[in-house]
């Protein structure tokens, strides 16, 4: 469809990533992420698990389904029944994130979220990202403190302590990125429309594995851009979540 705005694209791709996890519990951490899981459930993945973020089971409609206490959700984390796409203040090649602090931990420039849930997310079950704004300050050479696990710390653990972790993808206002490379860095997995190897090479802050083709974002059907802007998101709030109009 030709008249798909780059957020739109992003809320595809953002679902692409529960494609094949089956019966699990969904925990998108934004909107565009919110709205992928959502359309993911009503078009590919119907045995998909949606939360209220508290402790109601919920359809794609918003709608009640069940109960799930918050004690409840550290056993489906645990047991690895959890994908979940969080967001990240920093990332480094190998997937850890930061989103406590920016500088020293000590006297931090900038104090963020804390530590939160991060770490028991990325090594208890699958994590994927969503970063709206793909730039050389997100994407660093180091974060300033590891929140999130990366896959050469994961690695240092060793099994059984690493066997649920796995981060899936990286979906920016730019494109869709990966660990698929044989040190687990990141890969340049697609290009949204519009968008350039230069410039995502340009706006990550370390070297990004790049194949001779880089093949584009899947575009929306026309089904699934009905679904998005008449079912999902008719007020268009998509929009406002990244910089980019049209792809």
């Known amino acids: 469809m030709s008249d798909a705005s780059r957020a739109e694209v992003c809320v595809v791709a953002c ?35 949606l939360s209220d973020g508290e402790a109601t089971l919920v359809n794609s409609g918003g709608e009640s389904e069940g109960w799930l206490p918050y004690r409840a959700v550290f056993q489906v984390v645990a047991a690895g029944r959890r994908h979940v796409m969080m967001g990240a203040s920093q990332l480094d090649r190998y997937g850890n994130q930061n989103i406590s602090c920016i500088g020293d931990w000590a006297r931090p420039d900038s104090q963020l979220l804390g530590v939160r849930g991060a770490p028991g997310n990325t090594i208890n079950h699958v994590t994927s990202y969503w970063v709206p704004r793909h730039s050389p300050r997100t994407f660093v050479e180091r974060v300033d403190m590891v929140c999130g696990i990366g896959y050469d710390r994961a690695a240092a653990l060793g099994a059984p302590a690493n066997r649920f972790h796995e981060i899936r993808v990286v979906v920016t206002d730019l494109a869709v990125l990966d660990f698929a490379t044989p040190d687990r860095s990141l890969r340049l997995r697609s290009l949204h429309p519009g ?19 880089v093949p584009p974002t899947r575009w929306p059907t026309t089904d699934e851009l009905a679904l998005i802007r008449d079912r999902l998101d008719p007020q268009g709030l998509r929009e406002r979540e990244i910089r980019c109009g049209p792809g």
């Open 195 to 213: 968008v350039t190897v230069p410039e995502v090479v340009r706006a990550t802050g370390f070297p990004l594995a790049v194949a001779d083709e």
């Open 15 to 49: 679902a692409e990533a529960w494609r094949g996890d089956g019966a699990i519990l969904a925990g998108p951490m934004a909107l565009i992420p919110r709205l992928g899981a959502r359309l993911a459930q009503l078009t590919f993945a119907p045995e998909l698990v």
